[in-house]
């Protein structure tokens, strides 16, 4: 185990923490609400992008996790807050290249489209 907690691994360490705070969600979840669904789409979004950070890893996952940001501005717009905040931390902070920022955001920001489009079609189609 490394312990230069430096880079990716330092990441990785806490994805892996944020990660051991979801216990409390199931009393949480015991009333649905907007909320919860938000928080908890947001945390595996972020988990996902934060655990791939520096992996070679195909842009499916990725697009998976910005899929599951997307949801989370779905389920209470206010989470756009979080999601914008953590994107400029991803394009600003994160310890990669400037190449590889930009390679992992477009398939985070075309999964997060994906989901806000799929939240419209379904708002029209029974709403209207």
């Known amino acids: 185990m490394d312990m230069n907690l430096t880079g990716s691994a330092r990441y990785r360490r806490l994805a892996w923490g944020l990660i051991g705070l979801i216990w409390y969600l199931p009393a949480l979840h015991a009333r649905t609400s907007s909320e919860n669904f938000a928080g908890s789409f947001f945390l595996i979004g972020l ?42 931390w991803l394009i600003f902070r994160a310890p990669l290249r400037p190449s ?23 708002d029209w189609h029974f709403f209207v």
């Open 47 to 88: 988990c996902g992008v934060v655990l791939q950070l520096g992996r070679a890893r195909g842009p499916a996952f990725m697009a998976l996790a910005g899929f599951c940001l997307g949801l989370a501005f779905e389920s209470r717009f206010q989470m756009g807050v979080s999601v914008f905040g953590f994107l400029a």
């Open 100 to 122: 590889e920022r930009w390679t992992a955001l477009w398939p985070i920001l075309l999964g997060g489209m994906g989901a806000v489009a799929l939240g419209r079609v379904i």
